[in-house]
């Protein structure tokens, strides 16, 4: 499983970073729509569509809603001031607090949704749709004077995100004696979580220092912080989802990691979270 694992990180990464530096605008945003598919199509699981057939329809519509959202947009948008951004980002924001409250109050809060397909469709939709959208609201991030700067912020973010996932499993394998949340997911501990966060603060002030970032230190210190909460309660919610599906993995895409939702639970709080803090609560673009 290791041996996997670890040949899909070395394929996967090249893969992702060429697509955040050489992929113009239309292109990055044509493979994020393709990503939110196969995660919607895994979505369609944890909602409790067995049939491979409705979920299809589930990843073919979220692929239609997607395009359709990008259409309504003006062409010149690399302003991602617009309307239709700022709520799904807004959203998200009041989402990923309502998931908050429904992993503390795990299992108790599972009764409201549980036997509920279109409640879980509506989580679905406030997790992939503001995601997209983080995803391209950080892309467009100064492009008309620089193309790379999105890509930047972009390549931050998922370094923060895995950077503090892989300081969690460390401190939590060296130190780890108190659970975090065992009724959702028990190998997690207090002392990983505490850990993860340390070191997503040393990732915010390492790549702020090199990277020459044009954002306060400490505007950037506390959005790193919240996104890293955010992306602990991404991994979070989708194994609460998965618990109450019966199931491991959300998908078996990718050799040894499980699903693309397995891979981008943590990405799909952080981002667009990250995104809300930096673009629309500090105005920083």
């Not at 393709?34 to 299809?56: D, I």
């Not at 998200?92 to 397909?117: C, D, E, T």
Request: with cysteine; net charge positive.
């Amino acid at each position: 499983m290791l041996k996997y694992r670890l040949i899909s990180a070395f394929v996967l990464i090249p893969i992702v970073i060429a697509a955040l530096f050489l992929l113009p605008p239309v292109g990055f945003a044509i493979v994020t729509l393709a990503v939110c598919m196969l995660a919607a199509w895994e979505w369609g699981q944890l909602s409790g569509f067995n049939s491979r057939t409705q979920r299809v329809w589930l990843a073919v519509l979220c692929g239609l809603v997607l395009a359709l959202m990008l259409f309504m947009l003006p062409e010149y948008h690399h302003n991602i001031h617009q309307p239709m951004v700022e709520v799904s980002l807004w959203a998200s924001l009041v989402w990923w607090i309502i998931a908050l409250a429904l992993v503390l109050g795990y299992p108790a809060s599972a009764a409201m949704w549980r036997h509920s397909k279109p409640l879980k469709l509506i989580f679905g939709i406030l997790t992939i749709i503001p995601f997209f959208w983080g995803m391209l609201a950080l892309r467009a991030w100064h492009y008309d004077e620089n193309h790379y700067s999105g890509a930047i912020w972009l390549l931050y973010i998922m370094i923060l995100v895995w950077g503090a996932d892989s300081g969690a499993y460390m401190f939590g394998k060296l130190f780890g004696k108190h659970k975090l949340a065992p009724k959702v997911s028990p190998g997690k501990t207090w002392q990983g979580f505490i850990g993860g966060l340390v070191t997503a603060g040393i990732i915010s002030w390492a790549y702020g220092a090199w990277a020459n970032l044009d954002v306060a230190p400490s505007t950037l210190l506390l959005c790193s912080v919240i996104a890293a909460l955010a992306s602990v309660l991404g991994d979070l919610t989708e194994s609460m989802f998965k618990r109450e599906a019966g199931i491991k993995d959300s998908g078996h895409l990718i050799p040894g990691h499980g699903g693309i939702l397995d891979r981008i639970d943590s990405l799909t709080a952080a981002i667009p979270v990250f995104a809300c803090l930096l673009l629309l609560v500090f105005r920083t673009i």
